[in-house]
T-cell receptor
Framework: QQQVKQSPQSLIVQKGGISIINCAYE??????FPWYQQFPGKGPALLIA?????SEKKEGRFTISFNKSAKQFSLHIMDSQPGDSATYFC??????????FGEGTQLTVNP | KAGVTQTPRYLIKTRGQQVTLSCSPI?????VSWYQQTPGQGLQFLFE???????NKGNFPGRFSGRQFSNSRSEMNVSTLELGDSALYLC????????????FGSGTQLSVL
């Protein structure tokens, strides 16, 4: 029940395209859903986060869509750039800083 | 503002040894969490400290322990190292509020031979 399932495992997108990564969870106590971006040799960096009282949050080219009834949330990267090539992790927590992470998606944006 | 600092950056140990990893959080942050990252298991929560007290603990054996000092700096210790302990150990700090943003360091890459 603590798991967060993430797909796809890897994703290749052309420059300017839209990258979409999906996550699903089971634990209804989760109330905070962040996305992290990780480059090789670096720790994860917070990209954007959402709480279940809203269905969508947008920051620049990054948008989280949240479906509470389906227990799913997704990250959309608009106008994807080669610099966005990284590993992306969704995560969830229940009223605490203990995060449960998805398996990660390796995104490659071809020029 | 300086970020989360982890030392050492790389570490090579042999089975049976013990190791201590260090983490200096962002100034003013009172919560420090530790995560283990491996290709097979992904990112897994080890434990969290807040104001020198362990506030949360993951599902790791007792060989994994930690502590936090009065200046919020934290150390993580692994005793009797096993080959499977080879991983990137990440420290993250947050201001302390529950559900707050986590800021990660670059990690300590531990190799157990």
């Amino acid at each position: 029940q603590q798991q967060v399932k993430q797909s796809p495992q890897s994703l290749i997108v052309q420059k300017g395209g839209i990258s979409i990564i999906n996550c699903a969870y089971e634990n209804t106590a989760f109330d905070y859903f962040p996305w992290y971006q990780q480059f090789p040799g670096k720790g994860p960096a917070l990209l954007i986060a959402i709480r279940p009282d809203v269905s969508e949050k947008k920051e620049g080219r990054f948008t989280i869509s949240f479906n509470k009834s389906a227990k799913q949330f997704s990250l959309h990267i608009m106008d994807s750039q080669p610099g966005d090539s990284a590993t992306y992790f969704c995560a969830a927590s229940a009223s605490g800083s203990r995060l449960t992470f998805g398996e990660g998606t390796q995104l490659t944006v071809n020029p | 503002k300086a970020g989360v600092t982890q030392t050492p950056r790389y570490l090579i140990k042999t089975r049976g040894q013990q190791v201590t990893l260090s983490c200096s959080p962002i100034s003013g942050h009172r919560s420090v969490s530790w995560y283990q990252q491996t290709p097979g298991q992904g990112l897994q929560f080890l434990f969290e400290y807040f104001s020198e007290t362990q506030r949360n603990k993951g599902n790791f054996p007792g060989r994994f322990s930690g502590r936090q000092f009065s200046n919020s700096r934290s150390e993580m210790n692994v005793s009797t190292l096993e080959l499977g302990d080879s991983a990137l150990y990440l420290c993250a700090s947050s201001p302390g509020g529950l559900g707050g943003k986590l800021f990660f360091g670059s990690g300590t890459q531990l190799s157990v031979l």
